[in-house]
């Protein structure tokens, strides 16, 4: 899907992402903890990566985060997101237009459901996944790579 979130102020680019983003982008702590603790997180950021589309919003050309969707099954798709520690000082400019993305993914993309995982304690990421019109459905206790606490949030495009 090109130019994901539309135009942007001065200063953003949405681009296709590049493992290189992962290198250079400043993670969240709770992000920085999950991924330290996977046993290989750049081998399966890779691999989702060959499963769906992938973009970087960069601000003056520092990677501000990092996002995809992979299909997992027909009509089922499964979100990824790395957040860099300066992403709230930039929510402005994107989260209406991330919101309008996600209200037309299904379509966009021939999707029924998309879901994502999110650590239980990270209540800011919890607060934009509801905003996002995702709902928690369960969660996966001692499932991150770390034995933290995970909810499985979803969308459904019926």
């Known amino acids: 899907m090109r130019d994901p979130l539309g135009s942007l102020p001065d200063g953003y680019k949405v681009v296709d992402f590049s493992m290189v983003h992962y290198f250079l982008i400043n993670l969240n702590p709770i992000h ?3 991924t330290a603790a996977h046993p290989d997180y750049k081998t399966w950021l890779a691999s989702m990566v060959e499963l769906g589309p992938a973009f ?3 601000h003056e050309g520092h990677p501000i985060f ?3 969707i992979c299909h997992i099954l027909p009509g089922v798709a499964e979100g990824w997101m790395l957040a860099d520690i300066s992403l709230p000082q930039h929510s402005r400019p994107f989260a209406r237009r991330a919101r309008a993305y996600y209200d037309r993914i299904g379509t966009d ?3 029924r ?5 999110v650590v239980a304690r990270d209540v800011a ?3 934009f996944a509801e905003w996002l019109r995702f709902e928690h459905e369960g969660t ?3 499932f991150a ?3 933290e606490n995970i909810l499985m949030m979803a969308r459904l495009y019926l």
Do not use: M, W
Request: hydrophobic letters at 35%.
């Open 140 to 142: 996966l206790r001692a």
């Open 125 to 127: 990421s919890i607060r």
């Open 32 to 34: 920085k903890e999950i």
């Open 109 to 111: 993309l021939g999707v």
């Open 113 to 117: 459901r998309l879901q994502f995982t």
């Open 66 to 68: 990092c996002c995809g």
């Open 56 to 58: 970087t919003c960069l």
């Open 145 to 147: 790579p770390n034995g």
